[in-house]
């Protein structure tokens, strides 16, 4: 089978299962608003604080924009598919720089989150999408399917401004509302000095796995190069 029929079938079902994710979890969001007699609007609004959320996000735009350009490349386009952001979601650039991030979503939650979380039934299944089965389905699409050879060291510091900006929202946004999305930037709870010594903390992790991607990167495409 043709590489280009490979991109097309693993990242279009990757989008849908990670499609499917995010709207699993809007689902079970949206039916606890309800509860308390808030719409769906709420619903957004709350899941649109979450690192883990935006970054599935990321991952779903991606999937879907390297299908489409897949298909583009290979005669099957969709009408109008190349005009609907399909080009700079689906640039090996913008992947690999969703990986370190989707990556930092699976082992933050893993490590320090899981135990904090009793999910059950829908809950349980959106949970494990978006923190497991999403991180490890786009990592390896990225290692086996993403164009290698097109990455530099210094990507990671353009990479990081996400993170980066995500933080300062974050913060920005739990002070307005008294709601921090997660435990370890709680400032009311831990104090500024704290959580931002957190946020350096996982700033490093995150450039650290950047830079990992990077080699692994460069490596692969020295191989090829000499194969």
């Avoid at 298909?71 to 080009?87: E, F, K, L, T």
């Avoid at 650039?93 to 979503?105: M, N, Q, R, T």
């Avoid at 490093?204 to 495409?221: E, N, P």
Wanted: aromatic fraction near 12%.
């Amino acid at each position: 089978m043709e590489r280009k029929t490979w991109n097309i079938g693993v990242a279009a079902i990757g989008a849908v299962i990670a499609w499917y994710g995010l709207g699993v979890e809007l689902f079970v969001t949206n039916e606890r608003m309800l509860a308390q007699g808030r719409p769906l609007q709420d619903a957004i609004i709350s899941l649109s604080a979450y690192f883990t959320i935006l970054t599935n996000l990321l991952v779903a735009l991606g999937f879907t924009s390297a299908a489409l350009r897949s298909m583009g490349d290979s005669g099957q386009a969709i009408p109008g598919a190349r005009n609907y952001g399909g080009g700079f979601f689906a640039r090996p650039f913008v992947l690999s720089g969703i990986a370190p991030s989707i990556a930092l979503v699976c082992i933050v939650y893993n490590l320090e989150l899981r135990q904090l979380s009793h999910y059950t039934g829908w809950a349980r299944l959106a949970d494990e999408l978006l923190h497991v089965v999403m991180p490890v389905a786009f990592i390896l699409y990225w290692y086996l399917l993403v164009p290698k050879a097109m990455l530099r060291w210094r990507d990671s510091l353009i990479w990081a401004i996400y993170p980066i900006v995500y933080l300062g929202y974050a913060l920005i946004r739990g002070a307005s509302s008294g709601r921090y999305a997660y435990p370890f930037i709680d400032v009311a709870k831990l104090g500024y000095p704290a959580v931002l010594l957190n946020g350096v903390g996982i700033l490093i992790g995150f450039l650290a796995m950047s830079l990992l991607f990077i080699a692994v990167d460069r490596r692969k495409s020295a191989h090829l190069q000499l194969t």
